[in-house]
């Protein structure tokens, strides 16, 4: 990680998730942050417009130089076809729940490679 100087994270309250965030990890044993690195807070396309108005200058990807354009959403976007099944997973076994995401996701991965073409 020496290399790595900047660090774009994007978050859905980073405008007021990451203001402590150093001072939180400061003393935990498992999780460190160099100070060498300057994290760069985003917040989404889909989110920022439901925040003030100076979050969409600070924090919109659009005006952070290198961020370039992100689908940050995108495993909200598959809640959709995990909530038909969850009803069913809620009596399963853990190793019977997690076959069944696994097929679902799979299922929907597949979907996504053969629709390409149209």
Known sequence: MEHIQHVVIFYDVN???MKKLRHRL????????PSAI????????????????ECLAHYGANFIPGA???????METLWASLNIISSSAQ???SAHWQELLDYQMN???FLKMICMCE
Do not use: P, R
Not at 26 to 33: G, V
Not at 44 to 52: E, T, V, Y
């Open 68 to 74: 370039g354009h992100v689908n940050g959403e995108i």
């Open 15 to 17: 405008c007021q998730y």
């Open 26 to 33: 400061k003393d935990n044993t498992f999780i460190s942050l």
């Open 91 to 93: 009596g399963m076994s």
């Open 107 to 109: 299922d929907s991965n």
């Open 38 to 53: 300057e994290l760069v807070l985003a917040i989404s396309a889909w989110h920022i417009h439901g925040h003030q108005q």
